[in-house]
């Protein structure tokens, strides 16, 4: 991880010399509003750990998805399939609550209807484009029937800006949980996290996941588990590479957004969502299970206008993914019962 | 239509000496709720013609899905594919208002929770399973700001029951129109519809469409168009089938449920919503295209343990989808500048 830092450290540099336009403030922002146009926005709820976060691109941007865990809570995604005719979203809405989370998407139509930002109906009729998904936090606190709403979706779209992401404890990560493969007892905290890669050509590709997983979190640049199922005693890493050879392993959920200043087509988002999917695979172990609600949405705001090489764009998509997620077991605080990896020192 | 008329009352009849158990009531109903355990229920909002219907299976039902149309409103299809986790749903919510509709399936989760029925995330958290599709009437009225919500899911839920399902302008088909393919001054009338088949053999194929389509409404038994585009002067049909040759062709969306109560899998239900389709294509000119939200959702209640045939369920379903599609055409009722069937005599 170290040595990827650097590598994005010396981009960095790279970068503030040859983009000229952007301000030095947004060059410092390696998250995923570093790409012009995104906002995000949490709302965090404070009766249960759980919340929403949204990521906002009111101009719209081109989007695709991969929905590639078996245990999917999720909205207005088969208007992402590349033969389907809406061709923009204005909103991607992300929370915990599983099913019932869903519910935080219709705050974020609200939102955007009221400055009349979506697909025009008809030529006139606004009709708000925001696919989502949701993570299970449920069984987190103690009172399960406390979940994310409608208004948790409009207080997150109030509260989206172009700042850096918060990380952590927070939205749609509140709630957010790693290590379940010995079961909850055993488990840690996770949440949100995001990243972003700069290319000296002015490409950004970024990243923001939702950490919740069954498996460990692994930082692919050391091959070490960072945080994840906990010895029998609580106090060290088990390593679920090792438990999955001698027992069960179980269940959840990440959910993620990637976002690029490229111009692509809803067919080339589809495979960069696709090819993201390899961070999950890379940093979570065991990822895509039964149980996994595994989500990647892909948003191109098309500021670049030059040709993107697909590949390329979904190389750097995977990384920032993995690092996203890295440092969303990273920047996770402890709740009851579940240390987080800053604990475990 | 007549021949099939005739058909399904000689079915009927076998029927009637072959299922000791079923009551002479439940044997008249050829709707959806022809198929013991599935309840409808219809909210029909007053303020401007829109609505929802709620298909409630309350001891669950396995189910697939098969989205056509390529301008889909939709939620909780992904856990539908073959390969996920969940098996069975607990209720279809179907509405119109577009992506904004897709809130009365909220009410129908609230109805479900409170009754404790759906999945049991980590053995006793209850998460109802309600997939959700939603048709546009934004345009139909003149306020589109009105649009089903979560009380309307709610309410169509509370009002659901087993006798024989309304048809016509009721619920998800209320403001439900056809034949706009010369624009929306020559559109016409239609809703929801419902057809049951009984085989000899106990097995119950059912369906339950709410149509709302750019194509016409034809009849499969004679060729001729129910509903449809209207001439220049309003007072005849056109036929969507020689505009198109000659004229544009525009949009939006059928959602349609079928019901069996055969023992069938996932992946066996997605063939069976796979040919269900046959029915739009066969029913409806033209269908599946580019504005149409073309959704059905296929459900089998498992209550016939003997091995079922996809084909022949899928080829009756396509049949009873059709069925429908007359009937939604030939039920509905006409609105202020939307003619139905009926009035063109």
Redesign the interface.
């Given at each position: 991880m170290q040595s990827v830092r650097l590598i994005r450290r010396a981009i960095l540099t790279f970068a503030l010399l040859s983009a000229a336009l952007d301000t030095r403030a947004q060059q410092a922002n390696l998250t995923l509003t570093a790409v012009p146009g995104i906002k995000v926005g949490h709302h965090t709820i404070t009766e249960r750990p759980t919340g929403c976060t949204v990521i906002l691109v009111e101009a719209g941007a081109t989007a695709g998805v991969d929905?590639r865990g078996?245990?999917?809570?999720?909205?207005?995604?088969?208007?992402l399939?590349p033969?389907?005719?809406?061709q923009q979203v204005y909103a991607i809405s992300l929370s915990g609550g599983?099913?019932?989370g869903?519910?935080s998407?219709?705050g974020v139509?609200r939102y955007l209807?009221e400055k009349n930002i979506g697909f025009k109906?008809?030529g006139s009729?606004n009709?708000?484009?925001?696919p989502?998904a949701s993570l299970?936090d449920?069984?987190i606190g103690t009172n399960?029937r406390i979940r994310p709403t409608?208004e948790c979706g409009y207080r997150a779209a109030q509260a989206a800006s172009t700042a850096p992401v918060v990380e952590g404890n927070v939205g749609a990560g509140t709630g957010a949980t790693v290590g379940k493969s010995a079961g909850?007892g055993r488990a840690m905290k996770a949440g949100i996290g995001s990243a972003a890669i700069r290319m000296p050509d002015g490409l950004i590709v970024a990243a923001l996941v939702a950490v919740n997983a069954a498996g460990d979190v692994i930082d692919p640049a050391t091959g070490k588990v960072i945080a994840g199922v906990r010895t029998a005693d609580g106090r060290a890493l088990a390593d679920a590479r090792a438990l999955l050879t001698s027992g069960a392993i179980k269940q959840p959920a990440r959910l993620g957004v990637v976002a690029t200043n490229a111009t692509l087509t809803k067919t080339q988002l589809t495979k960069v969502a696709e090819m993201a999917h390899d961070g999950f695979a890379r940093a979570i172990f065991p990822s895509h299970t039964?149980?996994d609600g595994d989500?990647i949405f892909a948003l191109a705001t098309g500021a670049q206008s030059a040709p993107a090489d697909v590949s390329r764009v979904g190389a750097l998509a995977a990384q920032v993914v993995a690092d996203a997620i890295v440092r969303a077991a990273r920047q996770a605080t402890s709740i009851p019962g579940y240390p987080a990896a800053r604990d475990l020192k």
């Open positions: 929905v078996a245990a999917p809570a999720s909205a207005e995604t088969d208007l399939k033969v389907n005719l809406v599983s099913a019932f869903l519910d998407r219709s139509m209807d109906a008809y009729i009709v708000p484009i925001v989502a299970i449920l069984n399960p409608a909850s039964m149980g989500t």
